[in-house]
Antibody, heavy 116, light 108 residues
């Protein structure tokens, strides 16, 4: 059973960057494409981007194209999501999820709060 | 970008009754549609993929149907643990993967 475990909560200042990790266990990590999805307080789910670890190929939602980076550390089976130039409306829970066409399983989520 | 629209936004149901949730895509997604359940404070959980296939461990009271642009999630005989928010998601055309805005199933 694949499990995804994410890093802990972050509090950041506007204009700074945040890096969230997602560590996979219980499977052959290199076979899985990992997606990142966020959920603002009281809101729905918003897809951010994805990475295919086997080929290192990434795809980002257009609105995040210029400030989102997703990358993989193969040595630790960990994927990272880094979002820069943070604004208050980036405050959200950030989830990683394995893509098997659909998304399953999901990490437990990482709360990112952007506040001055 | 494919827009997913769910209805109703909120559904009030008594325990033991059934519930029908709708999801519409702005263009055909074939059967490349998933449903997720999200309980407060938890990550979404996959319920249905391929529009009608239950994920591992999902009870038979959950069923999905539809293809193209119209999809339905049916929950027969709601249990206390089923009162949650449900999202549909298309994985036919990307980027981006897109989600519906969610339907909250609450206790009547």
């Amino acid at each position: 059973q694949v499990q995804l475990v994410q890093s802990g909560a972050e509090v950041k200042k506007p204009g700074s960057s945040v890096k969230v990790s997602c560590k996979a266990s219980g499977g052959t990590f290199t076979k899985y494409t990992i997606n990142w999805v966020r959920q603002a307080p009281g809101q729905g789910l918003e897809w951010l981007g994805r990475i295919n670890p086997t080929f290192g190929r990434t795809k980002y939602a257009q609105k995040f194209q210029d400030r989102l980076t997703i990358f993989v550390d193969d040595s630790t089976n960990t994927t990272y999501m880094e979002l820069s130039s943070l604004k208050s409306d980036d405050t959200a829970i950030y989830y990683c999820a394995r893509e098997v066409f659909w998304l399953d399983p999901w990490g437990q989520g990482t709360v990112v709060t952007v506040s001055s | 970008e494919i827009v997913m629209t769910q209805s109703p936004a909120t559904l009030s149901v008594s325990p033991g009754e059934g519930a029908t949730l709708f999801c519409r895509a702005s263009q055909s997604v074939s059967t490349n549609l998933a449903w997720y359940q999200q309980k407060p404070g938890q990550a979404p959980r996959l319920l249905i993929y391929g529009a009608s296939t239950r994920a591992t461990g999902i009870p038979a009271r959950f069923s999905g149907s539809g293809s193209g642009t119209e999809f339905i999630l049916t929950i027969s005989s709601l249990q206390s643990e089923d009162f949650s928010v449900y999202y549909c998601q298309q994985y036919n055309n990307w980027p981006p993967w897109t989600f519906g805005q969610g339907t909250k199933v609450e206790i009547k």
